[in-house]
Antibody, heavy 120, light 112 residues
Framework: QITLRESGPTLVKPTQTLTLTCTFS??????????VGWIRQPPGKALDWLALIYWDDDKRYSPSLRGRLTITKDTSKNQVVLTMTNMDPVDTATYHC????????????WGQGILVTVSS | QSVLTQPPSVSGTPGQRVTISCTGS?????????VHWYQQLPGTAPKLLIYVNNNRPSGVPDRFSGSKSGTSASLAITGLQAEDEADYYCQSYDNSRSGCVVFGGGTKLTVL
């Protein structure tokens, strides 16, 4: 059974860097075709894709946030880390990580999400 | 502004059939990329509802179906039930932005 869980700070100050960790089980990110993505959702708003990392370390970023985002993986720890620099109150959202199966361009398992508030 | 356009809201009565549209362009749905649908119940994480245009994961009732044509896709729900009241999102890929994931703006389904 695939599970994912997000962890990190729930409150950050403007201009700070946010670091979130996705710890997963039930699959290996070294398996060909697999991927893990990050998606956020501001309160009352739509889903917003942020980044995706593949088994071969290929990385894709949202064009609107490229330059602020970095996604990395630690296959031995079954973790994916997302960093977002220069946080702003508009970045307040629930941040989810999700599993992308191989093959597939969708997310079949999601973490429950972590609400991150950006406020001074 | 989302790359994929969905109606903000739809509604129906129990037992009715409702559809939710998802309109894209030649760089995403029209380019042949698959469309997927998610259901998000209040206060929960999104759940995969339909994948690769018209496939249901195990456990999803056959009341839910998907279709795709040209630059658009649709989610149909038949035999509407109170428990279907949720937000629904479509998702695809877009090749105008270095192969990135795109979501629709979401549709709130209200069961009257």
């Amino acid at each position: 059974q695939i599970t994912l869980r997000e962890s990190g700070p729930t409150l950050v100050k403007p201009t700070q860097t946010l670091t979130l960790t996705c710890t997963f089980s039930g699959f290996s990110l070294s398996t060909s075709g697999m991927g893990v993505g990050w998606i956020r959702q501001p309160p009352g708003k739509a889903l917003d894709w942020l980044a995706l990392i593949y088994w071969d370390d290929d990385k894709r970023y949202s064009p609107s946030l490229r330059g602020r985002l970095t996604i990395t993986k630690d296959t031995s720890k079954n973790q994916v880390v997302l960093t977002m620099t220069n946080m702003d109150p508009v970045d307040t959202a629930t941040y989810h990580c999700a599993h992308r199966p191989a093959p597939g361009t969708f997310f079949d398992f999601w973490g429950q999400g972590i609400l991150v508030t950006v406020s001074s | 502004q989302s790359v994929l356009t969905q109606p903000p809201s739809v509604s129906g009565t129990p037992g009715q059939r409702v559809t939710i549209s998802c309109t894209g362009s030649s760089s995403n749905i029209g380019a042949g990329y698959d469309v997927h649908w998610y259901q998000q119940l209040p206060g929960t994480a999104p759940k995969l509802l339909i994948y690769v245009n018209n496939n249901r994961p195990s456990g999803v009732p056959d009341r839910f179906s998907g279709s795709k044509s040209g630059t658009s896709a649709s989610l149909a729900i038949t035999g509407l039930q109170a428990e279907d009241e949720a937000d629904y999102y479509c998702q695809s890929y877009d090749n105008s932005r270095s192969g990135c994931v795109v979501f629709g703006g979401g549709t709130k389904l209200t069961v009257l």
